[in-house]
């Protein structure tokens, strides 16, 4: 899965408190951030500006980056994220080309000038889809302009189906740490009616092959609730990927946002329950997966992860991202957050590359964040690692999380979901498995109408 939503037709207001419902409608239900992309907006661009003009200072956060490769070789149809199936070698050339400009435009900026990111992601669409020299032009380039020597972290998505022993190498050479593959099911038929490209053999051909060149770290992803998923079935992809032994794993419930095929067919045919498994069910299904993993000594440690040994498997880029470090993003459709800022990208191919080829920034919306806000953005992520800590949230904000937050607390707590100890906020099992819609109840009144993303 990536970090960067399309922006889709106007959908109907939310409802003012977080819905608990059993059937999937079409919808955003993932809450990947705050305030909501809907409020983000062109007339916030002098904000972004004005940060990247100014210098950070001793005290700046850390540095992460995140670059978009939109190429993939079939659109699944769960798809919510920028991505084409139809450019040529000369138009992928061209987009390494304004990745790289738009770099270049960056690295100049007093903000990003003479820092160092710490962590990086490749995501998509599908950055394997990138030949061998491909990944190299552009990671050599990436390097000359931000070096990468002290990174903690390079994160990678494959997709199976395009990785190669010989791609997998050059990946691996890229000093790729963290390579995970959107699996998402090892049934084919669940593979095939759902729109992906890859096939089950392919998925072991690519693991055994990671595993043999050593990667540091491999996740692996799968879908819970996809089209025409059954009970056994699940269990079966369960199993299967216990088998592999990743050293992470990511489990995500299906959702259908209002850009992805299965909407268009729902609203051709009038329907409005989405042909996927039902929320309870789906919760059910992710239930069961976590505790198949921890039979085998796994431990969750987020709503959709988890980790075969939490001391040696971190996943920096998601800690960065929960904590509101800047992240430095690139590419069409991109968004990051520097100094306070949130921005994102032109969404479409040729305005993007429009921009860069004037010498700009393609950046198309942004929203400055108020020092409530980030405290809210912040808690509500890190509340998806299942617990949270008083006092740091108290000493960075000067606030104590009970107190902000005392009626959203209340809420979850009258719903049996919380856990409070005297030094942490939790949530339950049962809360983990909803924890996207709990976080609902954090969000200002202002940001609970309109679509999420």
């Known amino acids: ?59 700046a956060p850390r540095l992460g980056l995140y670059t978009h490769i939109p190429f993939c070789r079939k659109r699944c149809h769960f798809c919510y994220f920028r991505v084409y199936t139809d450019k040529n070698a000369e138009e992928i050339k061209g987009y390494l080309d304004a990745l790289l400009s738009e770099l270049e435009v960056y690295a100049r900026k007093p903000w990003i000038q003479g820092r160092k990111p710490r962590f990086l992601y490749f995501g998509g669409g599908t950055p394997s889809y990138l030949s061998p020299d491909q990944l190299r032009f ?69 693991y055994a092959y990671a595993r043999e060149i050593g990667f540091p770290q491999i996740n692996i992803d799968l879908i819970a609730g996809m089209v025409e998923e059954t009970e056994d079935r699940w269990k079966e992809a369960v199993a299967k990927a216990v088998e592999l032994r990743p050293d992470s794993l990511t489990v995500y419930q299906m959702e259908v946002p209002y850009n992805t095929g299965i909407y268009q067919q729902m609203k051709a045919a ?13 919760r059910r299904w992710m239930d069961y997966a976590y505790q198949e993993f921890e039979k085998v000594g796994y431990t969750v440690t987020s709503g959709t992860t988890i980790v075969r040994d939490p001391a ?21 459709a991109s968004f990051g957050h520097l100094g306070g800022v949130h921005y994102q990208n032109h969404h479409d191919f040729q305005p993007y590359l429009d921009a860069i080829r004037s010498g700009g920034l393609p950046v198309y919306r942004a ?87």
Do not use: C
């Open 367 to 453: 929203y400055t964040t108020s020092e409530d806000e980030r405290y809210i953005r912040e808690f509500m992520l890190q509340l998806k690692l299942g617990s949270v800590g008083v006092d740091g949230f108290t000493r960075k904000f000067g606030q104590d999380p009970r107190e902000r937050f005392a009626g959203p607390l209340a809420a979850i707590r009258s719903q049996g979901f919380l856990v409070e100890t005297p030094g942490r906020i939790g949530v339950t099992r049962e809360g983990l498995l909803q924890i996207d819609r709990l976080l609902l109840e954090f969000f200002k009144p202002e940001h609970r109408t309109g679509r999420y993303a």
């Open 312 to 332: 040696k498997v971190k996943f920096v880029y998601r800690d960065g991202l929960f904590s509101g470090t800047d992240i430095l993003s690139i590419g069409v």
């Open 270 to 282: 009038g329907k409005l329950v989405a042909p996927v498994a039902d929320w309870e069910t789906k």
């Open 138 to 206: 552009l990671s050599d380039g990436m390097k000359r302009l931000l070096p990468w020597d002290e990174a903690e972290e390079v994160t990678f998505e494959g997709e199976p189906g395009t990785l190669t022993d010989h791609k997998l190498r050059a990946i691996r050479d890229l000093g790729v740490t963290r390579l995970s593959l959107g699996i998402e099911h090892f049934d084919d038929h669940i593979l095939e009616v759902n729109g992906r490209a890859h096939r089950s053999k392919e998925v072991h051909r690519a």
């Open 1 to 59: 899965m990536s970090s960067s939503p399309t922006p889709a037709p106007p959908a109907p207001p939310a409802p003012a408190g977080p819905p608990l419902q059993k059937e999937t409608t079409a919808g955003n239900y993932f809450v990947a951030n705050y305030p909501p992309f809907a409020v983000w907006k062109p007339d916030a661009l002098p904000a972004l500006e004005s940060v990247l003009d100014r210098n950070p200072g001793l005290d």
